[in-house]
């Protein structure tokens, strides 16, 4: 029904930059929340940050003033901005669509996920 596709990975050295990009597909009526999620080898997943239709952000503290979301509601499509990038930034970034309703499901809002994209920070 509903898919996410995440883009714009790769291997950046420390202090560079890099920008990810998530369009969701499907019979999409509305999207509420959107957000970018990471997690690390042996870690748990955690959130990076996360964007409401009307611009509303919230960040994780270590990306605070370093990353930056961004949202397309009319494309359904999520960035994420990457700079100053650090080692331990190094992690599967998954794409999170947050009560979305569909036209098959008005009634049944439900949380999609992407299948992630891989950054890995290093010289």
């Known amino acids: 029904q509903v898919r996410l596709v995440e883009s714009g990975g790769g291997l950046v050295q420390p202090g560079g930059s890099l920008r990810l990009s998530c369009a969701a597909s499907g019979s999409i009526l509305s999207i509420y929340a959107m957000g970018w999620y990471r997690q690390a080898p042996g870690k748990q997943r955690e959130l990076v940050a996360g964007?409401?239709?009307?611009?509303?952000?919230a960040y994780g503290d270590s990306v605070k003033g370093r990353f930056t979301i961004s949202r397309d509601n009319a494309k359904n499509t999520v960035y994420l901005q990457m700079n100053s990038l650090k080692p331990e930034d190094t992690a599967v970034y998954y794409c999170?669509?947050?009560?979305?309703?569909?036209?098959?499901?008005?009634?049944?809002?439900?949380?999609?996920w992407g299948k992630g994209t891989l950054v890995t920070v290093s010289s």
């Open positions: 964007i409401t239709p009307g611009g509303s952000t």
């Open positions: 999170n669509a947050d009560t979305v309703i569909t036209i098959e499901s008005p009634r049944q809002p439900m949380d999609y």
